[in-house]
């Protein structure tokens, strides 16, 4: 693109209702916040369990930082691994039920390292049609054929990975799809790498914290081992409250990524402060239960009330619940109508979802009360239903 280009495709985006902005906070993740100045009850975090502004959590952020200091200054490799990464490195195996564990900056950043540290020129990816854009890039970046079958469709998965003649094989998909909310037959893609001798990857980044009796996420809770599911990724930004990510597997998989993993060897470790942080953090997910208990007892609430109004939700029972309002622009007229309500949820469009699936993304958080569920339908009413 040359740079007279560029506002050509500025004004495209606008007519098109696809051009993005940043909304800016101006106060803690909670459900009420301060945006651009103006108080909204929020519907649009990722932060399910209410952890991203518990005191317990801030302040060993704080104390960690006034000991160790704000920056690790190095890579993990050099200088920059410390006690408090390692430690919640085998507090995170120990969680989810695995060997070893490595931590990544940003669940981006553990994708594009690990297909690409395992994959190469000659072999093949199979990537859930639905799967979120880090998974598609690392595939795309290492050179592998990359094979995105249709949504959940694992009879043509099956032929596809039948058909395969040289190369290694690697299904790489979203345990909770991010847009739409659903969960992946797990089960089904274990058998499927066992019987053709694949790499399953799965990727739990908003399964983690809210799904499992223990908050260990959709493999918990479906009782996959790492032999099932040989490698997890999870990130700690969304239910877990804090920021970053882990790669969890065998010892030999995490000392090999340790050798191998680029975007890990090439880049600073993040504070220690994040990882003391997200070790209190991982406690008060095992012990506070409730935590998972209210939170679907607040999405049925929210999809009970949906279904008396006529709305069309997707079959999720994650805190993810989506309305599909087709065109881009029907999107936005209903993500500006609830902000005139005083209520914030984000209009997703294409490409972060596919053509004609724009739709409203509402997120539900423990924190939320029945009130906000209450408050939330009425306003989907005026925005939607009246409109």
Same mark, same amino acid.
């Given at each position: 693109?040359?740079?007279?280009?560029?506002?050509?495709?500025?004004?495209?985006?606008?007519?098109?209702?696809?051009?993005? /902005?940043?909304?800016?906070?101006?106060?803690?993740?909670?459900?009420?916040?301060?945006?651009?100045?103006?108080?909204?009850?929020?519907?649009?975090?990722?932060?399910?369990?209410?952890?991203?502004?518990?005191?317990?959590?801030?302040?060993?952020?704080?104390?960690?930082?006034?000991?160790?200091?704000?920056?690790?200054?190095?890579?993990?490799?050099? &200088?920059?691994?410390?006690?408090?990464?390692?430690?919640?490195?085998?507090?995170?195996? +120990?969680?989810?039920?695995?060997?070893?564990?490595?931590?990544?900056?940003?669940? $981006?950043?553990? &994708? #594009?390292?690990?297909?690409?540290?395992?994959?190469?020129?000659?072999?093949?990816?199979? +990537?859930?049609?639905?799967?979120?854009?880090?998974?598609?890039?690392?595939?795309?970046?290492?050179?592998?054929?990359?094979?995105? $079958?249709?949504? &959940?469709?694992?009879?043509?998965?099956?032929?596809?990975?039948?058909?395969?003649?040289?190369?290694?094989?690697?299904?790489?998909?979203?345990?909770?799809?991010?847009?739409?909310?659903?969960?992946?037959?797990?089960?089904?893609?274990?058998?499927?790498?066992?019987?053709?001798?694949?790499?399953?990857?799965?990727?739990?980044?908003?399964?983690?914290?809210?799904?499992?009796?223990?908050?260990?996420?959709?493999?918990?809770?479906?009782?996959?081992?790492?032999?099932?599911?040989?490698?997890?990724?999870?990130?700690?930004?969304?239910?877990?409250?804090?920021?970053?990510?882990?790669?969890?597997?065998?010892?030999?998989?995490?000392? $090999?990524?340790?050798?191998?993993?680029?975007?890990?060897?090439?880049?600073?470790?993040?504070?220690?402060?994040?990882?003391?942080?997200?070790?209190? /953090?991982?406690?008060?997910?095992?012990?506070?239960?409730?935590?998972?208990?209210?939170?679907?007892?607040?999405?049925?609430?929210?999809?009970?009330?949906?279904?008396?109004?006529?709305?069309?939700?997707?079959?999720?029972?994650?805190?993810?619940?989506?309305?599909?309002?087709?065109?881009?622009?029907?999107?936005?007229?209903?993500?500006? +109508?609830?902000?005139?309500?005083?209520?914030?949820?984000?209009?997703?469009?294409?490409?972060?979802?596919?053509? &004609?699936?724009?739709?409203?993304?509402?997120?539900?958080?423990?924190?939320? +009360?029945?009130?906000?569920?209450?408050?939330?339908?009425?306003? #989907?009413?005026?925005?939607?239903?009246?409109?």
């Amino acid at each position: 693109m040359k740079p007279s280009d560029i506002p050509k495709f500025l004004n495209k985006q606008c007519q098109q209702h696809l051009y993005r /902005s940043t909304r800016i906070a101006e106060s803690p993740q909670q459900p009420r916040m301060q945006i651009d100045g103006k108080s909204y009850l929020s519907f649009c975090s990722n932060d399910y369990l209410g952890l991203a502004n518990h005191p317990d959590i801030v302040k060993a952020f704080v104390d960690t930082a006034n000991t160790m200091g704000v920056g690790s200054g190095a890579a993990h490799l050099i &200088n920059g691994h410390s006690i408090y990464h390692e430690k919640l490195e085998e507090e995170l195996a +120990a969680f989810t039920g695995r060997q070893k564990a490595l931590l990544f900056s940003t669940g $981006y950043m553990a &994708n #594009l390292g690990v297909i690409n540290a395992i994959m190469q020129r000659g072999d093949t990816i199979y +990537a859930d049609r639905l799967n979120h854009a880090s998974l598609v890039d690392a595939g795309l970046l290492s050179q592998a054929k990359l094979h995105r $079958y249709p949504h &959940n469709d694992l009879a043509r998965l099956k032929t596809s990975l039948s058909q395969q003649k040289t190369g290694d094989k690697m299904i790489a998909c979203d345990a909770v799809f991010s847009m739409d909310g659903d969960t992946v037959d797990v089960h089904g893609l274990a058998k499927l790498a066992k019987d053709y001798q694949a790499w399953l990857m799965l990727d739990d980044a908003h399964g983690i914290g809210v799904l499992g009796k223990q908050g260990a996420g959709l493999l918990e809770e479906q009782a996959l081992s790492q032999d099932d599911v040989p490698i997890l990724m999870a990130t700690l930004g969304k239910a877990i409250g804090t920021a970053g990510a882990f790669i969890a597997g065998s010892d030999d998989l995490i000392d $090999y990524l340790k050798q191998t993993a680029r975007t890990w060897i090439f880049t600073t470790a993040m504070p220690s402060a994040i990882a003391a942080a997200t070790s209190v /953090s991982l406690k008060i997910i095992q012990q506070e239960t409730w935590r998972r208990e209210k939170l679907q007892a607040l999405i049925q609430q929210f999809r009970q009330g949906a279904k008396q109004l006529g709305l069309q939700l997707v079959p999720s029972y994650t805190a993810i619940q989506p309305i599909i309002l087709g065109e881009n622009h029907k999107a936005l007229q209903a993500s500006e +109508a609830l902000q005139k309500q005083g209520i914030l949820i984000t209009a997703i469009r294409p490409p972060t979802v596919p053509k &004609n699936t724009a739709r409203l993304r509402i997120t539900l958080s423990v924190n939320h +009360a029945e009130r906000d569920i209450d408050y939330l339908l009425g306003a #989907l009413h005026n925005a939607i239903i009246l409109s």
